[in-house]
């Protein structure tokens, strides 16, 4: 069956510091892989969307990876901030009707 | 532009009881989600509809929850009788039809319902 993975611990970070974050899936072959930001009691917020035929994308301080050799996106921030605690949800994609799967998430905390 | 409404914001009701959830997606989007979120955990699709058809209802528990979309605007979700394992936020997504902005795959997110089963 389909299994995607992220990070199961919680990350803490330094302000400052590049915050990377790790989605593996399995059983599945998305045609474009989305990333959500989460804060508590509010719905996901997309940020950033990278294609299968697309190795890397970049926007303002973040910047995704997609290898679908090894199954895997990586999402980096760089220069974290406080305000940038929350939870991080990747979001394979498939192709024609576009079924949207999420991950577990992982809880960024970014200490002052 | 307004953004995805959803209604109730919270819901406490016994076990064996119904309950019903409301979503208004932003006007003109033609595809529209129904997500599950127990604490903790990622949003875990329930059913999507395309305009007023359903393209993907395979993780809806089809005994007790039931979901409708009329007209391909606002949708219900339904629970009925509900269990104590269904306490969870409800998430109403939407998006754009694929054919007008191609793969950009952006979902658009409410707020949720929050529903406590005791």
């Known amino acids: 069956s389909q299994k995607i993975e992220q990070n199961s611990e919680a990350l803490n970070i330094q302000e400052g510091k590049t915050a990377t974050l790790t989605c593996n899936y399995t059983?599945?072959?998305?045609?474009?892989l989305q990333w959500y930001r989460q804060d508590p009691g509010r719905g996901p917020v997309f940020l950033l969307l990278?294609?299968?035929?697309?190795k890397e994308k970049r926007k303002e301080r973040l910047k995704v990876t997609f290898d679908t050799t090894l199954k895997q996106s990586l999402f980096h921030i760089t220069a974290s901030q406080p305000a940038d605690s929350a939870t991080y949800l990747c979001?394979?994609?498939?192709?024609?009707?576009?079924?949207?799967?999420f991950g577990t998430g992982t809880k960024l905390q970014v200490i002052p | 532009e307004a953004g995805v409404a959803q209604s109730p914001r919270y819901k406490i009701i016994e076990k064996r009881q119904s309950v019903a959830f409301w979503c208004n997606p932003i006007?003109?989007?033609?595809?529209l989600y129904w997500y599950q979120q127990i604490l903790g955990q990622g949003p875990k699709l329930l059913i999507q509809f395309q305009n007023n058809g359903v393209v993907d209802d395979s993780q809806l528990p089809k005994d007790r929850f039931s979901a409708e979309r009329l007209k391909g605007v606002d949708s219900t979700l339904k629970i009925q009788p509900a269990k104590l394992e269904d306490s969870a936020v409800y998430l109403c997504?939407?998006?754009?039809?694929?054919?007008?902005?191609?793969?950009?795959?952006?979902?658009?997110f409410g707020e949720g319902s929050r529903l406590t089963v005791l």
């Open positions: 979001a394979p994609t498939s192709g024609g009707y576009q079924k949207v799967t």
């Open positions: 997504a939407s998006r754009e039809s694929p054919r007008r902005t191609g793969l950009t795959g952006e979902l658009f």
């Open positions: 059983n599945y072959s998305p045609a474009y």
């Open positions: 006007s003109g989007h033609a595809t």
């Open positions: 990278i294609r299968e035929n697309e």
